[in-house]
């Protein structure tokens, strides 16, 4: 699964697509990865990886977030500091995108440095969010996000979930669902996401790999 030097997750509003990078981030270092992830979502403010900045640097993992993340300002401004784990290629990097074909443009400006390099594109997908309950809609966002961002999806991730009401049952009916868009879209299935409680007691897909999660992102309704 930490197999690539860049690491790519899209996905659309509330996929989970920033919990599932914070958490990768984290496992790819423990298994002695010198580790950057790289916060391009400069769409949706309320996912950013700069709100679990603390918790990333102490685990050795150096971040990059957008020069107004987590302020009142939200601009696409990137920093010019991405461009150098382009050329340093000891670090692992994981870059988290924002999550429609406008955020994915934000990855396109970094189209040829990635393509060129060792990279893979995963999509995170909850089919329990809106427009990616069903196959067609899946698609469709796929396809938006590929021409937004200029670099096909590689593999797709079931990150199905109701946060504290999520199941089993839950990842085992996105699987039917992801199935339909891998055949239709030769997309294959890179890893199934959860949280450790709710994936430790799914029975299906033993044939996939699998991302045993814990709780990074704190919403801003829980912080009240």
Request: aromatic share 8%.
């Amino acid at each position: 699964m930490f197999n690539k030097r860049i690491t790519i997750f899209t996905g659309h509003f509330g996929s989970g697509k920033t919990e599932v990078a914070v958490n990768y981030a984290l496992q790819a270092a423990e298994t002695g990865k010198k580790t950057a992830i790289v916060d391009l979502d400069i769409v949706n403010p309320f996912f950013r990886t700069a709100d679990v900045r603390n918790r990333l640097e102490a685990g050795g993992i150096k971040v990059i977030t957008p020069v107004y993340a987590n302020t009142n300002v939200d601009v696409p401004s990137l920093p010019a500091e991405i461009n150098s784990l382009f050329e340093d290629k000891s670090y692992s990097v994981i870059l988290d995108v924002g999550g429609d074909d406008l955020g994915a443009r934000a990855v396109s400006r970094y189209r040829d440095q990635i393509a060129c390099d060792d990279y893979i594109h995963y999509f995170v997908v909850n089919t329990r969010r809106p427009m990616t309950r069903t196959p067609d809609e899946i698609i469709r966002m796929i396809l938006e996000i590929q021409d937004g961002a200029g670099l096909k999806v590689d593999m797709l991730v079931n990150n199905a979930n109701m946060l504290g009401e999520s199941t089993p049952e839950l990842l085992a009916e996105a699987s039917e669902i992801l199935a339909v868009v891998s055949s239709r879209l030769s997309i294959p299935v890179g890893f199934i996401s959860g949280m450790e409680e709710v994936l430790s007691a799914y029975e299906g897909d033993r044939g996939i790999e699998r991302l045993y999660m814990k709780k990074n992102i704190t919403l801003p309704w829980e912080q009240m």
